[in-house]
């Protein structure tokens, strides 16, 4: 049976995610922003929390783990370069390890840059990725622990999943991340329909996510820094991609 995921809004503009596996009746949660909103929509779906899959130690994606773990007794899975700052770990994985949500399999990318030991996961049978704050849709994150060489391969990583992988991000961020990518490709008709269809969702109070990569390999300025027309943008013909994405990830920073 296909996974079904539920999304929420936590915190100021973090989401909560439910990953529920129904031939066994397991549920996960992609990171803890903070436990009372997961304890509602654990409730309003009806399921019971069996694990916690952490992306990266920062409070807003861990700080609900410890009233969470009290509460259901759930394993706690973390990245392993992080698990010393993440409470209650029981299980930490690295590049390629799996992990298993019930019936579902997936698979640890590392992808630091944002965080030193970041790390997403894909489900490939269901098509799915969690990639935390590495991917925004429209943005990345920003690079806090590591450098633009770092951050770009973790993005290429992603890139490089299937073209229908569904993308869940650790923040609602589209509409700035819009504004900003106009700024580098305002003639993009991609970014141009996406930056309509962001203002009509949020209007509505909608999430903007999932993405798909497909989507944002069309729109997202970070994911197209090996572009000649983007490295033209920013006035870097003859530069790397590493030095674009680098130049593009530092203009958003002042933006
Ligand atoms: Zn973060």
């Known amino acids: 049976m296909p996974a079904e ?5 936590c915190l100021k503009d973090n989401y909560g995610v439910l990953l529920h596996d129904p031939s066994t009746g397991t549920t996960a949660a992609i990171d803890a922003p903070e436990a009372a909103p ?4 654990l409730a309003d779906m009806g399921w019971r929390l069996t694990d916690i899959l952490v992306t990266h130690h920062h409070a807003d994606h861990t700080g609900g783990i410890a009233d969470l773990k009290q509460k259901y007794q759930c394993r706690v899975i973390a990245p392993r370069k992080e698990a010393s700052k993440i409470p209650n770990t029981d299980v930490t994985l690295r590049e390629g390890d799996v992990v298993q949500v019930g019936s579902l399999v997936g698979r640890v990318l590392e992808t630091p840059g944002h965080t030193a030991g970041h790390i997403s ?3 490939k049978q269901d098509k799915l990725a969690f990639v935390g704050d590495t991917l925004f849709s429209v943005g990345c994150g920003r690079i806090i622990e590591g450098n ?8 290429l990583k992603i890139r490089n999943l299937p073209a229908d992988t569904q993308i869940y991000c650790g923040h ?3 509409a700035a991340n819009v504004h900003f ?22 209007e509505l109070d909608r999430p903007t996510i999932p993405t798909t990569i497909q989507q944002e390999k069309s729109y997202n300025p970070f ?11 920013v006035g870097l013909e003859d530069a790397t991609p590493v030095q674009v994405f680098a130049t593009v990830r530092a203009r958003k920073d002042k933006f």
């Open 38 to 41: 997961i304890e509602a929509a």
């Open 5 to 9: 995921i539920h999304l929420f809004p």
């Open 172 to 174: 609602e961020y589209t």
């Open 148 to 155: 633009p060489e770092m951050m770009w391969q973790s993005l």
């Open 181 to 202: 990518a106009l700024s580098i490709e305002p003639k993009n008709p991609a970014l141009r329909a996406r930056a309509e269809e962001v203002v009509r969702l949020r």
């Open 121 to 123: 996961y894909w489900f």
């Open 223 to 233: 994911l197209r820094a090996d572009l000649s027309s983007v490295a033209a943008n």
